[in-house]
């Protein structure tokens, strides 16, 4: 086995803002083959799950944003994540020059969850990571193959997982740490986090643990954020080397601001 330490492995996640538009998705997946090194890509699902559910009878429930993931909805959340999006995105990298290989957390054992513990809501099945094997990906990365994560898990057991796709690329970011480099990008429809919801400027450049603290107790930063900056917080606590939130072509172009997370 080779030896990466002095290797940067690049982790992206996207979520519905790029997936659900056809353009947008196609003009990311052009400069995202072109970023240069070792990369992974997580995706979430954007609406399509939500609309196939409509569609086909079955009744969706949200909590605080939240999916409850009864075995019906898993079904059509399996069929959407690592079904049509994933390949879908699989075929545009192809087209693009970029070799890519689909995975749930199933494939190659990859990511190991367990079923979240009822406590005040029981959200059915949905996954919260236990473990991240990096030894297939590895190999595929050291073939310069580009690894493409859905929102899926496994128990180990044979069940599939509903689980956050930030919260998958940021374990798989921990996961590799010990091996690359790593940084992880969060990609989304604003400049990074900001001080003013309602002003697109308004990014805060760089958040610590000091200053993490103070926005929430300001109630600058509130809601869905925080599961995302959690993830973050985590991540950079356990050596994942730099972590950039805020729109994709903070990937592309320099002097594009962005949230980076420090410690």
Known sequence: MRIYKMETLKIIKIGG?????EQVLDDFLKQFSLIKGLKILVHGGGKLATQLAEKTG????????????????LDIITMVYAGKINKNIVAKLQAFHCN????T????????????????????????????????????????VTPVFCAITHDNNGQLLNT?????????AIGFAKDFKTELYYCFEKNGVLKDINDDFSVIENINLENYQKLIDTKVI?????????NCFHAIKNNVEKICIGK????FKQKIKCTTIKQ
Do not use: C, W, Y
Not at 58 to 73: K, S, Y
Not at 105 to 126: H, L, Y
Not at 248 to 251: R, S
């Open 17 to 21: 803002n790029i997936i659900d538009n």
């Open 222 to 230: 509130s809601d869905g954020m925080l599961p995302k900056l959690n």
């Open 164 to 172: 956050n796709a930030d919260t998958i690329a940021s374990e798989l």
């Open 58 to 73: 079955v009744r969706v429930n949200m909590v605080d944003g939240r999916r409850i993931t009864n075995l019906e909805t």
């Open 100 to 103: 890519a290989i689909g995975f």
């Open 248 to 251: 994709p072509e903070m990937l």
């Open 105 to 144: 957390g199933a494939d190659g054992n990859s990511i190991i969850s367990t079923k979240r513990p009822v406590k005040e809501i029981d959200f059915g099945f949905v996954g919260d990571v236990e473990k991240v094997n990096t030894k297939t990906l590895q190999i595929l990365l050291e073939h310069k």
